[in-house]
């Protein structure tokens, strides 16, 4: 396992969380530094959102964002929603990608989410079963979704 720190990403990150997104969807265009700086301002300030990172050395190199949803249902606890998870190409099945999603799942109990999901658009088997064994149910959910055309 590659020696790393869990930790959520601050406002410096920017160029290595938009360095690292090229690993998730490689053929997205890039957006100008200064959209990006505005979009991570509001989400690092929202209060609903944090993004968590693996530093290994200098480098992040793993990634995914939780979303922090308050609900009216469920005694009124809030659930939580995993996004843009990502492993830097040369750090993959390192175990880097699994620690980021237990640590965003630590933070999901700690303020008592009742559920935290993730949805993946992947159909590759591999990719499915690390999200299993990263502790989330295949199945359990059908999900849903509109694209704006």
Same mark, same amino acid.
């Given at each position: ?59 992040? %190199? ?37 620690? %980021? ?44 979704? %509109?694209?704006?055309?």
């Amino acid at each position: 396992m590659t020696e790393a720190i869990i930790r959520a990403a601050v406002e410096q990150d920017l160029p290595e969380v938009l360095n690292l997104y090229r690993h998730l969807h490689p053929h997205d265009p890039q957006l100008e530094m200064t959209d990006a700086a505005r979009v991570w301002s509001k989400l690092l300030a929202s209060g609903f959102m944090t993004v968590i990172v693996a530093q290994a050395a200098e480098q992040l %190199v793993a990634s995914c964002t939780l979303a922090i949803v308050p609900n009216l249902s469920r005694g009124g606890r809030s659930y939580g929603v995993i996004e843009n998870v990502v492993t830097h190409a040369d750090y993959r099945s390192r175990g880097l990608g699994r620690r %980021v999603l237990a640590r965003a799942l630590e933070i999901g109990w700690e303020v008592d989410c009742y559920k935290v999901l993730l949805a993946t658009g992947s159909k590759r088997e591999s990719t499915l079963r690390f999200y299993e064994g990263a502790g989330f149910e295949r199945g359990s959910k059908t999900y849903f979704e %509109v694209r704006r055309p």
